[in-house]
């Protein structure tokens, strides 16, 4: 039996059900393994003093220490995140919150791998704690984990510290782990771990049902992700409003939304482009399913998991060529890749609208994705990472009972 801490500061709680989804269910799938035994450590990090109960922040301090978030034991202990220093003391606050609850855990589980689900700052506490536990280190890497914080000057030789001593590293694409490479991390620790989808859940529906239940009638075009500046709305809003007769819908929260809503009313299509706001991941199936295209504009991403959910769906996406995008959009039936200008998104979408792929085609782009081969694959590679640590130890037994 392989006993895994997985350690994430991206895993949602009671407060932020959409917070790292894809965290939470690859989490779940490992759990699931017949030969696996499995705890989740999911750090919250808080302002000092009262900056933690500004509105907008308090509810965190209110989640409970440590619960059993759908089958799975969970410890969420706190961490404080000082302000206006970049990140700069982010890992060394983590490590010192997680000795005394990971000295707990292992007094009853004594875990043989750490699993850091996100770079930054988890990565840097794990290989702190993977050196005072002796037991090996993964880290995984999604996107802004090492696009920001490994060229961010206060914390990068932390992040390429950590990648130089975790034991494997896991990135989303094969242009993440050239990414991670550039960084100066050891190319041949680095295995591309493919996000999963579930293809039941996110598959083809009646469109043109789906639209009018969502009183729409007319091509529609869907966008999914935070709205900030990264994820390129202002984009896709823009092209949309100078496409006639198209509307679009905006799933997400965040920051930008203001700006976001300031840019719809200029264009004059606000009867045609909406902003729903943060919407449950359990309906984003439906959204995505009634919509012809998805339109991403990201200037960085490692690989979104809204590409993969869309192809799943039947639906083709309109992306920027970032991160792993031309892994994903490898024919026609996928979509196109489109300059980060409203004027190439707009003619990307329009082509697509004006000669659609068949929902059959695009799904089939999207086949290997899937949960289930996500959970073999990151199985072999921790249990891998311990049967080669315990090997150098010259212990021919790797697990457990």
């Known amino acids: 039996m392989l006993r895994v801490l997985t350690l994430s500061t991206l895993f949602p709680d009671a407060t932020r059900r959409n917070f790292g989804v894809f965290v939470e269910r690859q989490t779940l799938g490992l759990a699931a393994h017949p030969d696996v035994d499995l705890r ?3 750090p919250i990090g808080l302002l000092p003093g009262p900056l933690r109960y500004l509105p907008g922040r308090s509810a965190l301090t209110t989640l409970p220490a440590q619960e059993v978030w759908k089958g799975i034991p969970v410890h969420r202990p706190r961490f404080t995140a000082w302000p206006m220093t970049a990140g700069r003391h982010h890992a060394r606050a983590l490590e010192r919150a997680l000795i005394p609850v990971l000295d707990a855990i292992r007094a ?3 875990f043989d791998v750490i699993d850091a689900s996100f770079f930054f700052p988890d990565g840097p506490a794990a290989i702190a704690l993977g050196r005072r536990y002796g037991v090996p280190v993964s880290i995984k890497a999604r996107g ?3 696009h920001h914080w490994g060229r961010n000057p206060a914390t990068a030789a932390q992040v390429r510290a950590a990648g130089q001593g975790a034991d494997g590293l896991l990135a989303v694409s094969d242009a993440m782990a050239d990414d ?3 960084l100066g991390m050891p ?3 680095i295995r591309v771990h493919a996000t999963g989808v579930d293809q039941d859940r996110f598959a083809p529906v009646d469109r043109n049902r789906a639209k009018t239940l969502l009183g729409i009638s007319g091509p529609l075009i869907v966008s999914v992700g935070a709205l900030i500046p990264r994820k390129g709305h202002d984009v896709v809003i823009e092209a949309v409003a100078a496409l006639p007769g198209v509307s679009l819908r905006i799933a997400g929260a965040g920051p930008d939304l203001a700006r976001l809503e300031a840019l719809v009313a200029h264009t004059g299509a606000a009867d045609r482009i909406r902003l729903l706001g943060s919407v ?19 200037s960085s991403e490692g690989l979104a998991n809204a590409w993969v959910e ?4 039947g639906t083709p996406i309109v992306i920027t060529d970032a991160g792993g995008a031309r892994e994903v959009v490898t024919s026609p039936d996928a979509g196109r890749i489109a300059a980060r200008t409203p004027a190439a998104f707009a003619a990307a979408i329009s082509d697509l609208l004006q000669a659609p792929p068949s929902t059959a ?6 086949a290997r994705f899937t949960w289930e081969a996500n959970t073999a694959a990151l199985y072999a590679h921790l249990s891998g990472l311990v049967r080669e640590r315990v090997e150098r130890a010259g212990d021919p037994a790797p697990f457990a009972a």
């Open 40 to 42: 989740a450590v999911a």
């Open 108 to 110: 009853d589980f004594a």
């Open 144 to 146: 802004a984990d090492i």
């Open 180 to 182: 991670m490479i550039a």
């Open 187 to 189: 190319a041949d620790r």
């Open 280 to 298: 449950p991941h359990a309906d984003i199936p439906d959204l995505i399913a009634a919509a012809d295209v998805m339109a991403l504009a990201s």
């Open 310 to 313: 869309a192809l799943a769906s």
């Open 361 to 366: 085609a695009t799904r089939a782009t999207a």
